[in-house]
């Protein structure tokens, strides 16, 4: 073998070698009455990635409700008190007594179409980004042109407690792709939707009451973990 072809093979196999190493990532599956979808955790958010485990091992989120849907923007769940809960009934205050720490890991995870993220309190009450102990949402968003992404990212600039970074990477990914970049830097982003993504369209396409409930239930019917290797070889008995 001539020594370019070894050298090739060397930078050919060295990223395969280097995805082996790193730590799996768990995948959880939702069944829904509108269908099914998987999401990945991450494992730079693993306060986050942890405790949305141990919640979906404890059977937290079996027959609540996705009890908040705007169309374009995201679908919301993860109420305990939505579990049964009356026709009409106004929900999205329910939850356990903790809140889960911040992990915010701009600029690799952000607010693309399909991101799984943290709900939290506002910032008055809440400045350091807690998210909920139970309450999630997945981004659906819409696509923006570079020169509405230079707007926000500018925006952004003229609050320096706060910047937020626009890289070459989320530029494109929020134009081909779609999402909600205004929120970037404000919620912790913990997973993404890696299959079952027409399933979040149809239900962030339901119609919904002034509270922004859906008229009819779209019930999450049980979440299982698909791969509980991956929960041993991080650790996560």
Not at 212 to 232: C, E, F, G, Q
Request: hydrophobic content about 35%.
């Amino acid at each position: 073998m001539h020594l370019f072809q070894k050298l090739l093979l060397v930078c050919l196999l060295c990223p395969l070698q280097l995805l082996a190493k790193e730590d799996p990532r768990v995948r959880v599956r939702f069944e829904t009455s509108l269908g099914k979808f998987t999401v990945e955790l991450y494992n730079e958010t693993p306060k986050n990635r942890d405790n949305f485990i141990s919640l979906v091992r404890n059977g937290y989120f079996k027959q609540t409700l996705f009890h908040r849907v705007i169309r374009d923007f995201m679908i919301q769940g993860g109420d305990p008190d939505s579990r049964n809960a009356a026709p009409g009934q106004r929900l999205g205050e329910g939850g356990p007594s903790y809140t889960i720490p911040a992990e915010i890991c701009l600029p690799r995870y952000f607010h693309k179409r399909g991101a799984l993220a943290a709900a939290r309190e506002g910032d008055d009450v809440n400045p350091l980004h807690e998210g909920s102990g139970s309450q999630f949402y997945i981004v659906w968003g819409k696509t923006y042109s570079n020169e509405k992404l230079m707007e926000i990212f500018n925006a952004s600039l003229r609050n320096p407690a706060k910047p937020m970074p626009m890289t070459p990477e989320m530029m494109m990914t929020y134009e081909k792709l779609g999402g909600t970049p205004w929120l970037d830097g404000n919620y912790t982003v913990f997973g993404q939707v890696i299959k079952g993504l027409d399933v979040i369209e149809k239900i962030q396409q339901v119609a919904t009451d002034k509270n922004d409930r859906p008229l009819t239930d779209v019930v999450v019917r049980r979440t299982y973990i698909l791969n509980p290797k991956a929960l041993r070889r991080l650790g996560l008995h």
